[in-house]
């Protein structure tokens, strides 16, 4: 069965520095999310993203953010500067173009900034 | 506003109990989706089921079953003869289908459900 990967699946870095989180969609689907859960706590939505432009994204999702499918397969969420708070788990999430009702999600990647 | 309330914030229970997991849900939009995914202790998402607003058929599932109520805004799951494995946190969530939508999930603040043996 077809699913969503992410890598890595722990990124540790340094306040400051920026990271690129990756996530390979399932094949044939067309929207794209990043999700934000802070340990404990609920999951939030980032940023939606369809034919190659961000279709919503949250308050969260400031200019530190971005994201991008560089080359039609991958889709990365990039921090520029991560924070102390930017420490979550980050899912990719990804629908069909038929059914893009139901999101199937990633594992996740835990990102601790230090 | 929308929004999903699950207002269990952990239920404990002995295996082979019945347990319901509570959720109620506010928007005023007529056209949405409600959905149960379930993060076991691994950490993964894993979607369990979507109902859409026009459809309010309960759903059974093996041992889960699902109460969907427009005249509550509720969106219950009960789990019949709970086992060990279903221990994990159980969120319901919101999609909102109008026509220019990014389809975003809404999250309730998710219930943790401990099975003991």
């Known amino acids: 069965e077809p699913e969503v990967t992410q890598t890595p699946s722990h990124q540790v870095t340094q306040m400051g520095q920026e990271v690129i989180l990756r996530c390979v969609p399932i094949?044939?689907?067309?929207?794209f999310y990043w999700y934000r859960q802070i340990l404990g706590q609920k999951v939030e939505f980032l940023v939606s993203?369809?034919?190659?432009?961000?279709?919503?994204k949250s308050e969260i999702f400031d200019d530190q953010f971005s994201v991008e499918r560089p080359d039609g397969s991958n889709f990365t969420l990039k921090i520029r500067s991560t924070k102390l708070e930017d420490s979550a788990m980050y899912f990719c999430?990804?629908?069909?173009?038929?059914?893009?009702?139901?999101?199937?999600f990633g594992p996740g990647t835990r990102l601790t900034v230090l | 506003a929308q929004k999903v309330t699950q207002a269990q914030t952990e239920i404990s229970v002995v295996e082979k109990e019945d347990v319901t997991l509570d959720c109620v849900y506010e928007t005023r939009d007529t056209t949405y989706y409600l959905f149960w995914y379930k993060q076991p202790p691994s950490g993964e998402l894993v979607f369990l089921i979507r109902?859409?607003?026009?459809?309010?058929q309960n759903e059974i599932s093996g041992r889960y079953s699902w109460n969907f109520q427009k005249s509550t805004s509720s969106f219950n799951f009960t789990i019949t003869a709970s086992q060990v494995v279903d221990s994990a946190v159980y969120f319901c969530?919101?999609?909102?289908?109008?026509?220019?939508?990014?389809?975003?999930?809404?999250f309730g603040s998710g219930t943790r459900l401990l099975v003991r043996p």
């Open positions: 094949s044939n689907h067309l929207y």
């Open positions: 993203f369809y034919n190659n432009e961000i279709s919503e």
């Open positions: 109902r859409n607003s026009f459809d309010e």
């Open positions: 999430a990804t629908a069909g173009g038929r059914g893009r009702d139901t999101q199937y």
């Open positions: 969530a919101l999609i909102l289908a109008w026509m220019d939508s990014s389809y975003k999930l809404i």
